[in-house]
């Protein structure tokens, strides 16, 4: 069982962020901010990757190892960033696009929580977006 906040916005749609570690979030990196509209903070991520490419610091480090070291560090980095993170950024996210949290429900997965809040209000997810984190 999952802890789900579940998100309203002024038209009555319904969003549900999993409370917690995001895995996708991991996998993805900057393909999981841009799906999940954080724009900014996928950006960031392929600049940091660009400036740390070897052709941007390779005269800054001639050992291999070094340059090997500072990649394996900013992977570890970002991606425990995004999957402790991911879900508040989603989060804030949905607050700043006009949704607000209405609730804090117990699921086996955010598609149940949605499809229950829809039911009960008697109408269709018009954006048809689920966050599944």
Do not use: Q
Not at 31 to 58: A, H, M, Q, R
Request: net charge positive; hydrophobic share 50%; with cysteine.
């Amino acid at each position: 069982m999952k802890n789900i906040k579940v998100f309203k916005n002024e038209h009555g749609d319904f969003k549900g962020v999993k409370i917690g570690w995001s895995w996708p979030a991991i996998f993805f990196s900057f393909f999981w901010c841009f799906y999940k509209k954080l724009f900014l903070l996928g950006l960031t991520i392929i600049i940091f990757s660009i400036l740390l490419s070897d052709e941007v610091y390779y005269s800054f480090f001639t050992n291999a190892y070094v340059k090997l070291a500072i990649d394996i560090i900013f992977l570890i980095f970002f991606t425990v960033l995004l999957g402790k993170y991911g879900n508040r950024f989603v989060e804030r996210s949905l607050i700043k696009r006009g949704y607000r949290e209405t609730e804090v429900l117990i699921a086996k997965s955010i598609e149940v929580v949605v499809r229950r809040r829809l039911i009960m209000e008697g109408k269709k997810n018009n954006s048809n977006e689920i966050y599944n984190l």
